[in-house]
């Protein structure tokens, strides 16, 4: 998802009009849009023949396949964000928005630029597909005689799957954010005076944009397969661990993924527009107790306001990196396009490194949340209270071997290697080890909660500083000594 995301940043960044950039003539948009799509279709193809073959060799799960598969995954995802910054430079911008026709449908130029990205991204899953289909098997064969086999989707699923939950994921709310202010540009902005039309186009994008946040859960839903979880014993417990945790909700629903997925989720800002995902393949595979821990773990994350302080991070990141970027380029004697590309390169570095180690910290704090609720009592009657943090809530040591059960089995059903890294969310192997090593005390003083409330208080501290690094520079250190 991060890498699409950065995709439509490249796109929404280069359509900008670059006072010094090179304006390449438009036919080269057909060779750089085929060049492009042939080396992604060879990157995949070379990536998966690598796999299959170490699945032959029997090393597919070992800790150097491991990191030779992730080294090469990265690699393939820095060429489709960085070959579609070639291909839009490489004359294919220069089609789009010379087009009358084009620029005057919102939305419309952003998606034809995308779209030589979402067809890389097909073909690649589509080459990929044998790759998936070795791990899952692999991990069948590794998991011993007495475990279950792993579902394992059909070509037609794969695609669809990762299209619905890597693409749509986030063009959906994305696209709609961008509607919303090429509407307001293209429509009301020739109404108004020059002044006045770029202060309500502001304005409007913001409001829009707040509000299509809010309201992107209700459609997440809808393009993800999902249905209400049944009224049963299950259903009774977690609305009672929600009630414990005066945790609102919408509605708690399963999330069919054709017995693929075990994972659960917990998405929304509001209560009213808050959901509670719980796969098909963790209601068939674990008991009561382990859907409740893994349901605990993602509770914790709304109770620790992980999402808020995620956007958080994203725009003191962005407003950082932007006003390095364009004084770096004002000291180098570079032109916009210099600051575009820097910016790029430095949001690219904030991403991978600060917010892969925040976003492991959160997860750290939503598992010892897991494990005081998993040796809790999650019946209907038990009384609500104010479980602000799971210094509030007691640690046991069965609450420990239920979670660190879960977490194991989570991993297993969905054919990952307990030491294999995660960028968001660590080694199942490194958590587990968290939560059975002494740094994990119950009470409110423990490790994890006062380097969480350090990590809130520095992103608060960090997007001051952008926004006043970005008024001293509009105001002062502007080329013209001035605002624009």
Not at 1 to 7: A, F
Not at 21 to 27: I, Q, S
Not at 56 to 61: N, P, S, V, Y
Not at 206 to 212: C, D, E, I, N, Q
Request: charged share 15%; net charge positive; proline share 6%.
């Amino acid at each position: 998802m991060i890498v699409v995301l950065l995709s439509l940043v490249v796109v929404l960044t280069l359509l900008e009009p670059l006072s010094s950039a090179p304006a390449l003539p438009a036919w080269w948009a057909g060779p750089a849009v085929a060049a492009y799509l042939v080396l992604a279709a060879g990157i995949a193809a070379g990536h998966t023949a690598w796999t299959v073959r170490t699945a032959a060799d029997g090393a597919l799960l070992s800790r150097r396949a491991l990191k030779r598969r992730h080294l090469a995954g990265l690699g393939g995802q820095v060429y489709l964000v960085g070959g579609l910054a070639g291909v839009l430079l490489a004359g294919y911008r220069t089609a789009i928005m010379t087009c009358p026709t084009v620029t005057a449908v919102p939305l419309l130029p952003v998606l034809l630029a995308w779209a030589p990205f979402v067809a890389a991204l097909l073909i690649t899953w589509v080459l990929e597909y044998p790759l998936y289909r070795a791990v899952r098997l692999r991990s069948t064969a590794l998991a011993g005689a007495g475990a279950p086999a792993l579902r394992v989707w059909t070509l037609r699923e794969f695609v669809a799957y990762n299209l619905r939950h890597h693409v749509l994921f986030v063009a959906v709310p994305v696209g709609l954010i961008i509607f919303i202010g090429d509407a307001l540009h293209l429509w009301l902005g020739p109404l108004l005076p020059e002044a006045v039309a770029d202060v309500v186009v502001l304005a409007g994008s913001l409001v829009g944009t707040g509000a299509v946040f809010v309201i992107a859960p209700a459609m997440i839903v809808r393009i993800w397969r999902t249905s209400p979880l049944p009224p049963d014993r299950l259903r009774e417990e977690l609305e009672g661990l929600c009630r414990r945790l005066r945790l609102r909700y919408r509605d708690i629903l399963i999330w069919h993924s054709g017995g693929a997925i075990a994972n659960a989720a917990m998405m929304g800002l509001i209560g009213p527009i808050r959901y509670v995902l719980i796969s098909d393949a963790l209601l068939d595979n674990l008991d009561r107790r382990c859907v409740r821990a893994i349901f605990a773990h993602e509770a914790g994350h709304i109770r620790h306001h992980h999402i808020f302080y995620s956007v958080l991070f994203g725009l003191a990141a962005a407003g950082l990196c932007g006003a390095v970027a364009q004084q770096a380029a004002v000291w180098m004697g570079g032109g916009d396009e210099a600051a575009t590309g820097l910016m790029v390169v430095l949001l690219a570095a904030a991403w991978a490194g600060g917010f892969g180690w925040i976003s492991r910290r959160f997860e750290r704090q939503s598992d010892v949340m897991g494990v005081c609720l998993a040796g809790e009592d999650a019946s209907p009657q038990a009384p609500p209270q104010d479980a602000s943090g799971p210094g509030d809530l007691a640690v046991s040591p069965e609450g420990v071997a239920v979670f660190c059960h879960a977490l194991h089995r989570v991993a297993q059903l969905n054919g990952i290697s307990p030491v294999q890294r995660n960028w968001r969310h660590g080694s199942v192997a490194s958590r587990i080890a968290y939560l059975m090593s002494p740094r994990a005390p119950d009470g409110p003083g423990q490790a994890i909660d006062r380097q969480v409330r350090l990590i809130k208080v520095a992103l608060w501290l960090a997007l001051g500083v952008a926004a006043a690094a970005n008024v001293v520079q509009y105001f002062w250190l502007s080329p013209s000594g001035g605002p624009a």
